[in-house]
């Protein structure tokens, strides 16, 4: 079960060429090309004449053809060629999706086509803002998506998971700020007068004690952005050395998902040997996240139903974003 | 944890005779036998606060709070205290909470509370909430 009126980051920029490149988003297969003129299109990777996928084709102008017996569809889906008659089939077509391109990512609208509502993609300029320097990685995890925004909303895994990196025992000593706001979660962490995190200290040329904070917001249910750094103690947020961590969750099934992810930082932005460490430094982190959470994706799928999780107070943020998501999913239902 | 609801009644399509539960012990649904709950309704422009609870397990106090400048109260860490913002804004530690705004604090969260009217005269509905047993009262169970 997926909540599908949503925008979703299928790919990157980078990923969608002149080649078909295939996508499986909510269990729904989509080919994903670009016309002549660099549009992005995304259709269902699933040809209407015998159901091969459309990715293996070839891309004929503006249209792509079916690798099996030709059948050729255009950017809306419509079959403009069955090479064996002249007649076409009428219901030769294939379902095509809404899709925006901004700052490096490619967002598709797996719901109802009139109600994608371009101006509710997420905020993501900090991507392609030149203040700021970005890290990126993208990486499939054999996990249900909400494993992933549970780990989000509960950084004290951070504690435990990311020991050499960004973790730290003082991480779950602190408390958090839940807030709701519609459909919007966020959980809060601020942390005075404590060390910079292994992974940035360098970079951030700090030693001795500073404010840190994190604040994950949920943007349910396929996008979560993590505001962090570190201030001088008692100085605003603002005056600190900055990070958003942009994550684009995007399930492919019940126990897959892909992880896009985007690191942006405002400090030390001319310092190319900090983001040559931050991306070893950084696919680290994500890797130890996969590995844990491929690990409960295993030790859930052998859980008996009845048992639940023992939810503590720092999984505040966790169960909110659950409730959202459950209210999501029966909205759709009906 | 400090929990910030924004007009959870305005975005919410709960009951509306009953409303929406803003907190609530247990609020994992199905687990542990239900203990209390907190609703939040608005009806012709008012908020409308209701408190459902074992009494045999549960105490509960409730009170209309109206502020000039500033509300000061210290909690105990074993209650935990609800806060719905009826009219005007106030500010608490750093948050801008709006007319049905609620807030909740429960153990580790500041015990000093110090809630401030930013313009007029504002109010709030302050629920109490704390345990028989003695043991800490929370909302997530
Ligand atoms: S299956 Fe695509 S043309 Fe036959
Ligand atoms: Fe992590």
């Known amino acids: 079960m997926y909540v599908l009126n949503a925008w979703y980051v299928a790919a990157w920029s980078t990923e969608v060429n002149r080649e078909p490149a295939r996508r499986v988003i909510c269990e729904i297969p989509v080919v994903l090309y670009r016309t002549q003129a660099g549009a992005a299109v995304a259709l269902e990777d699933r040809c209407a004449h015998r159901g091969y996928p459309l990715s293996p084709g070839r891309l004929v102008g503006d249209d792509i053809e079916c690798g099996y017996h030709g059948f050729t569809f255009d950017c809306s889906g419509a079959c403009v060629r069955v090479p064996a008659q ?43 803002d030149p203040e700021w320097v970005t890290v990126t990685h993208s990486m499939p995890f054999a996990c249900r998506a909400e494993l992933i925004h549970d780990n989000l909303l509960d950084l004290t895994h951070e504690s435990f998971i990311h020991t050499s990196t960004v973790g730290d025992d003082y991480i779950y000593k602190h408390g958090i700020t839940v807030e709701v706001d519609g459909d919007v979660v966020s959980a809060d962490r601020l942390m005075p007068g404590v060390v910079a995190p292994p992974l940035y200290a360098r970079t951030m040329a700090t030693d001795g004690l500073y404010d840190r904070f994190h604040c994950t917001v949920f943007y349910p249910p396929g996008y979560l952005l993590l505001h962090s750094g570190i201030t001088e103690q008692g100085k ?76 503590i107070a720092q999984d505040a943020g966790v169960a909110k974003a659950r409730k959202v998501m459950e209210r999501l999913l029966a909205a759709e239902k009906q | 944890m400090q929990l910030i609801l924004r007009q959870p009644a305005a975005v919410d399509t709960g009951d509306e005779s009953t409303g929406v539960v803003v907190a609530a012990s247990p609020d994992t649904f199905g687990r542990e036998q239900w203990q209390w709950d907190v609703r939040l309704a ?85 629920v109490r909430i704390t345990r028989r047993d003695g043991k800490a009262a929370r909302w997530v169970p």
């Open chain 1, 236 to 311: 605003p947020r603002e005056e600190g050395y900055l990070i958003k961590v942009l994550n684009g969750i995007t399930p492919i099934d019940a126990h897959n998902s892909w992880y896009y992810y985007a690191f942006s930082r405002n400090f030390g932005t001319d310092q190319h040997w900090a983001t040559e460490e931050l991306i070893t430094g950084l696919a680290t982190v994500l890797e130890e996240d996969k590995a844990a959470l491929e690990w409960q994706e295993i030790g859930l799928q052998s859980r008996p139903y009845d048992v639940r999780d023992s939810l």
């Open chain 1, 86 to 128: 002249d007649i076409i089939p009428k219901q030769a077509f294939v379902r095509s999706f809404p899709v925006v391109e901004k700052d490096g990512w490619i967002w598709i609208w797996t719901g109802q086509k009139e109600l994608a509502d371009v101006s509710k993609v997420p905020d993501t300029h900090w991507m392609s």
């Open chain 2, 42 to 126: 608005e009806s012709a422009g008012r908020y409308v606060v209701t408190v459902s609870r074992n009494a045999k397990t549960i105490d509960v106090i409730e009170e209309r709070i109206d502020i000039a400048n500033a509300y000061e109260a210290t909690r105990s860490v074993n209650e935990l205290w609800l806060a719905v913002v009826l009219d005007h804004p106030v500010t608490h530690g750093g948050f801008l909470l709006e007319p049905g705004d609620v807030a909740v604090w429960e153990g580790d969260d500041p015990t000093s509370l110090s809630i401030r009217a930013v313009a007029n005269n504002a109010s709030l509905h302050v």
